[in-house]
């Protein structure tokens, strides 16, 4: 069963300003680098060779995947004025600890929690999805704790 992919607007221009740099930049560069080592001879023994052939089948895998997801993702934007949290949403949580943290609620193909953008899927994403402002919300981690989260601030 294929999953629905789901983007929001920056997350498809994103991956849009990442496929032109592949595709205009990087794709030309590797072409450069393989002309190059395969003028230094045999290249069954050339490692320039095979880290640049290696390098290509990367990034021509990761355009496969940009231009798959691109051509079958929803894009969502968050509802303009809402109390819920949906895809798209900022918000703002008090944890068990007291700390605050700050997390935009995404589709799984831009997650990256190093810079709050948690996934919809994640079990803090999905657990958040649909709660209010000033909701307690548990979430089970994938390592068997339980960690609370109280809503402070929802905005777009």
Same mark, same amino acid.
């Given at each position: ?7 929001? +607007? ?6 849009? %300003? ?9 794709? +030309? ?38 231009? %798959? ?53 994640? +079990? ?17 981690? +994938? ?14």
């Amino acid at each position: 069963m294929v999953k629905d992919i789901i983007l929001t +607007p920056e997350g498809r221009v994103k991956l849009e %300003q990442e496929l032109h740099e592949l595709e205009t930049v990087k794709r +030309p560069e590797i072409g450069e680098r393989i002309k190059v080592a395969r003028e230094f001879g045999d290249i069954s023994e050339n490692s320039e060779y095979d880290d640049a052939k290696t390098e290509q089948a990367w990034m021509e895998s990761r355009i496969a995947e940009i231009i %798959q997801i691109l051509s079958t993702a929803t894009v969502v934007e968050a509802p303009k004025r809402s109390n819920k949290v949906s895809v798209g949403s900022v918000v703002t949580v008090r944890m068990g600890d007291e700390s605050e943290r700050t997390f935009t609620i995404v589709g799984a193909a831009e997650a990256d929690i190093s810079s709050g953008r948690i996934s919809n899927e994640s +079990p803090v994403g999905a657990a958040l999805l649909g709660a209010k402002k000033n909701d307690v919300v548990n979430v089970d981690t +994938p390592k068997g704790t339980q960690l609370e989260f109280t809503i402070l601030k929802i905005s777009k």
